[in-house]
């Protein structure tokens, strides 16, 4: 942090557990309900992502509003992105009535006119249509619920504003259907659901992020880069959780180092992407080194794309900023004990790249240019 910026923090002390009303390492059903109330400018979404066995990847957002106009009141919606095995993506959403939005306090069960998302931090149970896109999923989860801390990043002097993020199901099994039309496509395979709220536009708190999720070997993971915009001093953040068997063994983002290898620019958006990220995590003489190798691209959009009309032309000529980027890659993981290799596994899977700004601060990043 700079003399000059604001500060930024994760919530974890003793008396943000107090206030928040939350434990460590005891993530109770309520949790997964309704965090914020749904007025300007409060944004709270649950998210869905499945890999299936097809080859097809799935996504089902219930947003509270569209996250680039978080400063209006109640205006619901839910997104289905379908991307088929030859590559062919179909985004599609629906705009509920206001009226058609509940969603409990009590644990998690957001209804949007005949539309659910509903679990008890275990099992979930997803129905959304938009167009002619439909799916009806069931999520088990097969590694514990899992927060970093709170759960929450704090910005500002009187920690006024806050991104918080809780991944229910870091892995779990998926089963059920999803339709194209009338088409019925059986989807089995792996998948994953957290929940995110803020009480502001997040890119006023976030400037980038790489992301990843998966599982390789006996072991599944989460692992996060955040790095916070100009006036909070680019402050970084690390969520890290490694888990075997289903049970967290390392979680301490403080103990993680994020790194960045080889870069290229993406033509759609014009940033770099990295030929690789690593996160190394270092816990006494234990130490594991997870490192995503990108393959190809599987997705590269701006938030522009998704204008229409005036707000399109407008947002170009203001040169709005913002973009996503998802590649797939090859997922390896090295476990050390006392400086000796003691298991090693390799696999498929992918990692993103979120930027809120027009540029990646170069200095927010521990940059490794010679790969070893």
Not at 131 to 154: C, F, K, M, N, Q
Not at 278 to 307: C, H, K, M, N, P
Not at 338 to 367: M, P, R
Request: aromatic residues 12%.
């Amino acid at each position: 942090m700079t003399a000059q910026s604001e500060p930024a923090r994760l919530a974890d002390k003793p008396e943000d557990y107090t206030r928040l009303g939350l434990e460590r390492h005891d993530i109770k059903q309520w949790e997964d309900g309704v965090r914020v109330d749904t007025a300007a400018p409060n944004l709270e979404w649950w998210y869905l992502d499945a890999d299936l066995e097809d080859g097809t990847g799935l996504a089902v957002l219930f947003c509270t509003k569209d996250g680039t106009r978080p400063h209006q009141p109640l205006q619901p919606q839910i997104e289905i992105d379908l991307t088929l095995p030859d590559g062919t993506r179909t985004v599609k959403t629906w705009y509920p009535k206001p009226e058609e939005f509940s969603a409990s306090r009590d644990g998690c069960d957001v209804r949007m006119g005949p539309c659910r998302f509903t679990g008890d931090l275990h099992e979930y149970h997803i129905t959304a249509a938009a167009e002619e896109l439909s799916v009806d999923i069931t999520l088990e989860g097969t590694t514990a619920s899992w927060r970093p801390e709170t759960g929450y990043l704090l910005f500002g002097p009187r920690d006024e504003h806050l991104f918080a993020w809780t991944p229910f199901v870091p892995f779990g099994k998926v089963t059920g259907t999803y339709k194209i039309g009338d088409e019925v496509h059986e989807a089995t395979g792996r998948g994953y659901h957290d929940h995110n709220w803020t009480n502001t536009e997040i890119g006023h708190l976030i400037d980038h992020w790489w992301w990843a999720r998966g599982e390789v070997g006996p072991y599944t993971f989460i692992a996060a880069h955040i790095v916070a915009t100009e006036k909070y001093g680019y402050t970084p953040f690390h969520w890290y959780m490694l888990a075997r068997d289903g049970k967290p063994i390392a979680d301490d983002g403080s103990k993680m180092t994020f790194t960045t290898h080889g870069a290229e620019v993406d033509e759609h958006t014009g940033k770099p992407m990295p030929d690789a990220i690593s996160f190394d995590y270092e816990d006494g003489d234990r130490r594991y080194e997870l490192t995503l190798t990108r393959q190809r691209t599987l997705v590269d959009y701006t938030w522009i794309d998704f204008a229409k009309g005036w707000q399109k032309t407008l947002l170009k000529l203001i040169r709005y900023p913002g973009d996503y980027m998802r590649f797939a890659s090859v997922t390896s993981l090295k476990c050390y004990q006392a400086g000796k290799l003691v298991e090693q596994y390799e696999s498929t899977g992918a990692f993103e790249q979120i930027s809120y700004a027009h540029e990646i601060h170069e200095g927010s990043l521990e940059h490794d240019a010679a790969r070893k």
